[in-house]
């Protein structure tokens, strides 16, 4: 091996360990601002034939220690703007069993490669259908990566977010009628059907691609997932545009 070789095999190893060493970049919490607004393409899939797209418009009307304050509207509509409030991190928070409850938290700053945090409640009587609904969900942060959404291209950190959800079915009767003939009569038939209470479950993903400079995320996905592995709801965010506040 000649002296070329050997310095180079030497260079390229010192270049290894100098990535080895490198620190993992961190995306601390943005410093959002009362102003800031994005415009998002939102495309909702439901079952296989149900397609919807919109253009929704947030705008930051207020940023305390605790909470950001901002609006919502979508680009057409005649219904007017939705206030809404977050935590800082942009996480939902909501009364669950007579208590305020983070269900969905998308961002848990500082964002590190490999940092994972966990959101699971359980609450009775959610809707008419289910008698409970449990909910478990492990955010990690995957590390970076490029994404192209309408707004452009950009260097984002990607988080994703996979889970399980179980319930129960709320026990109910239903009454069928029906008529029945015979030669020259007609007689109606009634039949009390009793539904008992029944288990199901499924799956979810997120995915959440977050853009340091963009101050939110430019791309958002949440997928939900029946007990056979079929999907039946998907959530497309991507970012048109944005104006941040100097």
């Known amino acids: 091996m000649n002296k070329t070789t050997m310095a180079a095999l030497a260079a390229l ?9 490198a620190p993992v970049p961190t995306a601390e919490r943005p410093a959002t601002k009362a102003g800031d607004s994005w415009v ?5 899939e439901i079952g296989p034939s149900g397609w919807t797209q919109t253009r929704d418009d947030f705008t930051v009307t207020r940023v305390t220690a605790s909470s950001i304050y901002y609006t919502a509207h979508q680009a ?3 219904q007017p703007s939705r206030d ?12 669950v069993n007579g208590k305020e409850t983070t269900v969905n938290q998308p961002m848990a700053f500082p964002l590190t490669a490999g940092k994972t945090w966990t959101i699971e409640y359980h609450e009775d009587h959610p809707n008419k259908a289910h008698h409970f609904e449990e909910w478990k ?9 490029k994404v192209t959404v309408p707004a452009g291209t950009f260097d984002a950190i990607k988080v994703e977010a996979e889970g399980h959800w179980r319930a129960e079915i709320e026990p ?19 039949e009390a ?9 499924g799956r979810t993903y997120k995915a959440f691609w977050y853009v340091p400079s963009q101050r939110r995320w430019v791309k958002s996905v949440e997928e939900y997932y029946a007990g056979n592995g079929v999907r039946n709801e998907r959530y497309t965010s991507e970012l048109e545009s944005s104006k941040l506040a100097d």
């Not at 190893?13 to 060493?21: C, H, Y």
């Not at 009454?175 to 003939?181: E, F, K, M, R």
């Not at 059907?193 to 479950?201: D, F, R």
Request: hydrophobic share 35%; proline share 3%.
């Open 13 to 21: 190893a010192l270049s290894g360990a100098a990535l080895a060493q």
């Open 40 to 44: 998002y393409r939102d495309t909702k």
């Open 76 to 78: 057409g509509s005649s």
């Open 84 to 95: 809404v409030v977050v935590g800082p991190d942009w996480s939902v928070v909501r009364n």
């Open 137 to 145: 969900t492990v955010y990690t942060v995957v590390g970076a990566e």
């Open 172 to 190: 109910s009767n239903t009454v069928v009628q029906g008529a029945q003939t015979t030669t020259g009569n007609t007689t109606m038939v009634t």
């Open 193 to 201: 059907k009793k539904v008992t209470a029944e288990p199901i479950e």
